[in-house]
C-alpha cells in the first residue's frame, strides 16, 4: 500500500520562510507528477505547484517567484520551499503524486495535510 506523508508545517510571521516535505512509501514502481494542492478555510482546494519526473515545474500565479518545488527522485520525496509567506498563503498543504503501483496501473494517491499559518 503506498502513502504520502507530509512534514514541515507550522505557524511563521508574514514574510518567513518553511519547507515542506512529502515522502512517499510502500510498493512504488515509478513516480510520475508530483504536486502540492492548499485548502484555505471556505475555499475550495487549488493546485500551487507540480513538477512532472523530469523536473518541470508549474506554479499557480500567487505564489510564482516566492514557491519553489522540487524532488529527489531516489527518496521519492517531493519539497515546496515557500519563501516571503503572507497571511493569505494560510491553509493545510497537501501533497499528491501519481504512482505506478502494484496494481500495474498508475493511481493518484493524497497525503493527510499539514496545516501551514501565517501571521500578520
Known amino acids: 500500500q503506498v502513502q504520502l506523508v507530509e512534514s514541515g508545517g507550522g505557524l511563521v510571521q508574514a514574510g518567513g520562510s518553511l519547507r515542506l516535505s512529502c515522502v512517499a512509501s510502500?510498493?512504488?514502481?515509478?513516480?510520475?507528477?508530483m504536486d502540492w494542492y492548499r485548502q484555505a478555510p471556505g475555499k475550495q482546494r487549488e493546485l500551487v505547484a507540480a513538477i512532472s519526473s523530469g523536473g518541470s515545474t508549474n506554479y499557480v500565479d500567487s505564489v510564482k517567484g516566492r514557491f519553489t518545488i522540487s524532488r529527489d527522485n531516489a527518496k521519492k520525496t517531493v519539497y515546496l520551499q515557500m519563501n516571503s509567506l503572507k497571511p493569505e498563503d494560510t491553509a493545510v498543504y497537501y501533497c499528491s503524486a501519481d504512482i505506478l503501483d502494484h496494481t500495474g496501473r498508475t493511481h493518484y494517491y493524497w497525503g493527510q495535510g499539514t496545516q501551514v499559518t501565517v501571521s500578520s
Open positions: 510502500g510498493t512504488i514502481f515509478s513516480i510520475n507528477d
